[in-house]
């Protein structure tokens, strides 16, 4: 079991519960379908052996993961399944000390002799030997609960031959083995792996939706809410964990503004951003993921606006940026950052990586752009 040093809000541990979240179905805000559909499968004692958990950091995929968990762990569970959330066991869970859970993670820990610890080799994926970990504790009963489960945080992480060597397990599981995959995307993963598994997409909510749940359920100030919402993207867990730790917020609002800066800038300018974020990715892995992430939300505000879908929560800087482009730039700019994030976590060159992104970033110019000259969220 691993535990984050320091917090980064790429994890996606469950945002934290009380009694105001608990008028949501297990606690989870905003996916009541995919709560529904686990809760009947523990109802009826139906659980699939492997699910997989897609959608982006924050959506909630860790937050479900733990509350199935703990539906399968709880001393004293409501009638519809419900975890108590309060009981030795929820709250073993909760804390991440359960016996019979394992979260495996980039630096966790591997059976192999003379392997040093993997939290402090630099680690940039899920290692083979740590999958090798996973196929031998499968196959010991578990102590307390009904099902050993095994967290898979997330599959995006694996290095190929782990994810070769994680098949075996799935294709033959012992039946008291719950294994669930975490990942940001699908449509990444090994055809082979996501076939095996029952997949949940978590989609993010409406931005005033999830405006709204910040102020129901976390009892967060409206104003607030609605900055929250406008950076987070759908994602309650996101917003949540911003909400408890400015610095993530912080780090969210300056990466927003880099980019309305970047898109105007000039070659020389752009080549400087890289070797910066180049030199961050050495030593500050999840913030530069962060950045990319605030990156594509801020190109999809700009997509929504120039295809008319406008709907949401649009910041100011992407609405200017909107004025100057089309929706191709948009989607050239998505996609671009996208292909920099997977050659990053497949460990190329970070420099040569993010001067490619920063040259098929689009320019933007002219009298339309000239909104986002002026500082603006
Ligand atoms: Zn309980
Ligand atoms: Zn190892």
Redesign the pocket.
Known sequence: MSTDATPTDASDAPAPSGPQASEAPWGIVGHDHAVGALRRAVEAGRLAHAYLFTGPPGAGKGALATRLA?ALS????AEDSA?????R??RQVEAGESPDIERIRIGGVCDESGHPDHSGDRSTRIRICQVRRVERVASLAPFRSRRRIFVIDTADDLQTEAAHALLKTLEEPPPTVLLLMLATDGDALLPTIRSRCQEIALRPMPAPALEAALVAHAGIAEHEARELSALAQGRYGLAMRMHADPSLRVLRETAAEEMARLVLADRNERFDAAETLAQRWTRERDSVLATLDTWRGWWRDVLQVTAGLEGGVISESARAASEACAPRDAVLALQAIQRAREHLLANTNAQLVLEVLMLDLPVLAGKEARGLATPAG
Do not use: A, K
Request: charged residues 10%; aromatic residues 0%.
């Open positions: 703990q709880c001393d004293t569970p975890p108590c959330l309060v009981c066991s929820c």
